[in-house]
């Protein structure tokens, strides 16, 4: 069954801290439109807001795609355990 995930996250950065580090944005899609992810970091003042959204259009792959898939799923795992850094000033 083809399926969307979507999470946002809004986080204010406490006074007396700066940014040292965050996650750069991507986009990423898998041949034949099987699916897309998305994950955008924007900055407004000492606003973050972090989308993410997970697409999927079908849910049976041949099996020619399994390592594409794969990569797929390894890329968004390992976006998804990245940090945000804050230094104090």
Known sequence: TPFIEKKMVRI????????????ES??????????????????????????????MNTAIYPV????????FYKIIVNKNLEQIVLKKV
């Open 12 to 23: 204010t950065i406490p006074e007396g801290y700066i940014i040292e580090s965050i996650p």
């Open 26 to 55: 991507i986009a990423i899609g898998l041949p034949n439109n099987f699916g897309i992810y998305i994950f955008n970091v924007k900055m407004q003042g000492n606003k973050m807001m972090i989308l993410s959204k997970l697409q």
């Open 64 to 71: 020619l795609n399994y390592d594409e898939i794969k990569e």
